[in-house]
């Protein structure tokens, strides 16, 4: 097909991301005046973002089994309207309840968003381009969690909370119109009606929740809390059943014989522990900033653009050149520079100037522009055409999973250290300053283990016996 507008595709599904992805971080600073209307507590509260972060992933692992059944074009639009119409029940909520039934319709249509997009890349762009393509649309992903704290806060303080949901009805409608003009292609996609495997999925989306609302909750109760122990157990028996399930499908949710291919499997490896210590990094960022340094939280949104800026410069850049050089080495500089940064955080303390931190920043801005897209590529890459949707549902499940845990941990550590260094005499202040730090130390050496399964990265991002798009030019 002559006619593909493949730029047009790039920027319909580049909006529909972004969207979600501004709608992951513009609630948390509207969250006092969301308790003061509803009169209710900070623990209460917060399940605002908490049954978000646990229904985001429920849809991500059916997103192979929908794809196959609806196709893309369908699936896509599906997604953009089941979260702009989540936006709308909660812009129109007037108690907690129903503000929860809002955002967890708009986490399901979010949570399908990423993967979708990753795959309808592969199937649209040839292999040659697809590196840079992603780079185009990573900047795109990380754009809208960058700017959610500053819209959030603005549009709360003139035009009251509400607006801060409303704001997406515009934006998704446009994006369903810009998808019937742009995706029309997709809808030649041939269809499979699959069996759909119901105890897999019900066992996978119970160890998902169980996973990430344990991890969430031993922030506050503590790794060894009754709660906690027995909401990790239900869920690592769950995963168990779902291992012993899906190995006897024919149809699985997830095709575990994707875990025999080493290069999806070190993909795969380094997703999760870069999530891990990047999302676990950037939780005690604010901290050192703000608490240690003395930044205001203006200041500090200030201080993070170098950061931004320097990775929305090298994200382009980095997908052509793995296109070209393959994801393995640039990849592993990447690793390199966020892991420098990391050391260069810990050091910083309140007698730092702000050269320092602006280094730090632009240090970890450059590690992140050269990791995230050829890690998007390679994981795209590793895998047959016909395991891509599944390959891509799966690594974005896995950084959502391992940014959990990673937070979780870090969490835990530094709240264990600070209460060790009180117990040793240390002022407050003074513990406080130890337990981040070590926070940041624990961070660099989960980088630096993440180079092991970054060397088996494949070296050239052409797709395992496939060598273009499946949409012909």
């Given at each position: 097909m002559?006619?593909?507008?493949?730029?047009?595709i790039?920027?319909?599904?580049?909006?529909?991301?972004?969207?979600?992805g501004i709608?992951?971080?513009?609630?948390n600073?509207?969250?006092p005046?969301?308790?003061?209307?509803?009169?209710?507590?900070?623990?209460?509260?917060?399940?605002v973002?908490?049954?978000?972060?646990?229904?985001?992933?429920?849809?991500?692992?059916?997103?192979?089994?929908?794809?196959?059944?609806?196709?893309?074009f369908?699936?896509?639009?599906?997604?953009i309207?089941?979260f702009?119409f989540?936006?709308?029940?909660?812009?129109?909520?007037?108690?907690?309840p129903s503000?929860l039934v809002g955002?967890?319709v708009?986490?399901?249509?979010?949570?399908?968003?990423?993967?979708?997009?990753?795959?309808?890349?592969?199937y649209?762009?040839?292999?040659?381009?697809?590196?840079?393509?992603?780079?185009?649309?990573g900047?795109?992903?990380?754009?809208g969690?960058a700017?959610?704290?500053t819209?959030?806060?603005?549009l709360?303080?003139?035009?009251g909370?509400p607006?801060?949901?409303?704001?997406?009805?515009?934006?998704?409608v446009?994006?369903?119109?810009?998808?019937?003009?742009?995706?029309?292609?997709?809808r030649?996609?041939?269809k499979?009606?699959?069996?759909?495997?119901?105890?897999?999925?019900?066992?996978?989306t119970?160890f998902?929740?169980?996973?990430q609302?344990?991890?969430?909750?031993a922030?506050?109760?503590?790794?060894?809390?009754p709660?906690i122990?027995?909401?990790?157990?239900?869920?690592?028996?769950?995963?168990?059943?779902?291992?012993?399930?899906?190995?006897?499908?024919?149809?699985?949710?997830?095709d575990?014989?994707?875990f025999k291919?080493?290069?999806?499997?070190?993909?795969?490896?380094?997703?999760?522990?870069r999530?891990?210590?990047?999302?676990?990094?950037?939780?005690l960022m604010p901290f050192?900033?703000?608490e240690?340094?003395?930044?205001?939280?203006?200041?500090?949104?200030?201080l993070?653009?170098?950061?931004?800026?320097?990775m929305?410069a090298?994200?382009?850049?980095?997908?052509?050149?793995?296109?070209?050089h393959?994801?393995r080495?640039?990849?592993?500089?990447g690793?390199?520079?966020?892991?420098?940064s990391?050391?260069?955080?810990?050091?910083?303390?309140?007698g730092?100037?702000?050269?320092?931190?602006?280094?730090?920043?632009?240090?970890?801005?450059?590690?992140?522009g050269?990791?995230?897209a050829?890690?998007n590529?390679?994981?795209?890459?590793?895998?047959?055409p016909?395991?891509?949707t599944?390959?891509?549902s799966?690594?974005?499940?896995?950084q959502?999973?391992?940014?959990?845990?990673?937070?979780?941990?870090?969490?835990?550590?530094?709240?264990?250290?600070?209460?060790?260094h009180?117990?040793?005499?240390a002022?407050?202040?003074?513990a406080h300053?130890?337990?981040?730090?070590?926070?940041f130390?624990?961070?660099?050496?989960?980088?630096?283990v993440?180079?092991?399964?970054?060397?088996?990265?494949?070296?050239?991002?052409v797709?395992?016996?496939d060598?273009?798009?499946?949409?012909?030019?």
């Amino acid at each position: 097909m002559r006619d593909v507008n493949r730029t047009g595709i790039l920027i319909v599904i580049i909006m529909g991301t972004t969207m979600a992805g501004i709608d992951s971080s513009i609630v948390n600073i509207s969250l006092p005046v969301m308790s003061k209307q509803f009169n209710c507590t900070l623990s209460e509260i917060e399940w605002v973002i908490t049954v978000y972060m646990l229904s985001f992933s429920v849809l991500m692992p059916l997103t192979n089994w929908l794809k196959n059944r609806i196709g893309f074009f369908n699936l896509y639009i599906g997604a953009i309207s089941l979260f702009t119409f989540g936006s709308l029940l909660c812009a129109l909520s007037t108690t907690l309840p129903s503000l929860l039934v809002g955002r967890v319709v708009q986490a399901l249509g979010g949570g399908a968003m990423a993967p979708t997009s990753m795959a309808i890349i592969s199937y649209v762009f040839p292999a040659r381009v697809r590196g840079a393509v992603l780079g185009w649309w990573g900047l795109g992903n990380l754009v809208g969690p960058a700017i959610g704290p500053t819209l959030g806060g603005i549009l709360t303080e003139q035009f009251g909370w509400p607006s801060i949901f409303y704001i997406n009805l515009p934006i998704g409608v446009i994006t369903v119109l810009l998808s019937f003009r742009y995706l029309n292609v997709l809808r030649s996609q041939p269809k499979l009606k699959l069996p759909f495997d119901l105890l897999g999925f019900t066992f996978l989306t119970i160890f998902l929740v169980c996973l990430q609302y344990g991890v969430a909750r031993a922030e506050v109760l503590g790794i060894t809390s009754p709660e906690i122990l027995v909401t990790l157990g239900i869920a690592v028996v769950a995963l168990l059943f779902f291992i012993l399930l899906d190995r006897r499908q024919q149809a699985p949710i997830i095709d575990l014989q994707l875990f025999k291919n080493y290069s999806f499997v070190s993909c795969i490896l380094v997703t999760i522990s870069r999530a891990a210590a990047l999302f676990g990094g950037l939780f005690l960022m604010p901290f050192l900033l703000q608490e240690q340094m003395g930044y205001s939280e203006g200041a500090s949104g200030l201080l993070i653009l170098p950061n931004s800026v320097f990775m929305a410069a090298l994200m382009p850049f980095a997908g052509k050149w793995s296109d070209k050089h393959g994801s393995r080495e640039i990849s592993m500089l990447g690793i390199m520079l966020l892991a420098a940064s990391m050391y260069l955080f810990a050091v910083l303390d309140r007698g730092s100037n702000i050269w320092s931190v602006i280094t730090a920043m632009t240090v970890r801005g450059l590690g992140m522009g050269l990791l995230l897209a050829p890690l998007n590529a390679a994981t795209l890459s590793s895998v047959r055409p016909s395991e891509v949707t599944m390959a891509s549902s799966l690594s974005t499940l896995m950084q959502q999973v391992g940014g959990a845990i990673g937070i979780a941990v870090l969490a835990i550590i530094t709240q264990t250290a600070y209460n060790n260094h009180v117990l040793a005499g240390a002022t407050s202040m003074r513990a406080h300053h130890l337990a981040l730090r070590q926070g940041f130390h624990i961070s660099l050496i989960i980088l630096l283990v993440t180079l092991v399964p970054a060397w088996f990265l494949p070296r050239r991002n052409v797709v395992l016996k496939d060598v273009d798009a499946h949409i012909d030019t």
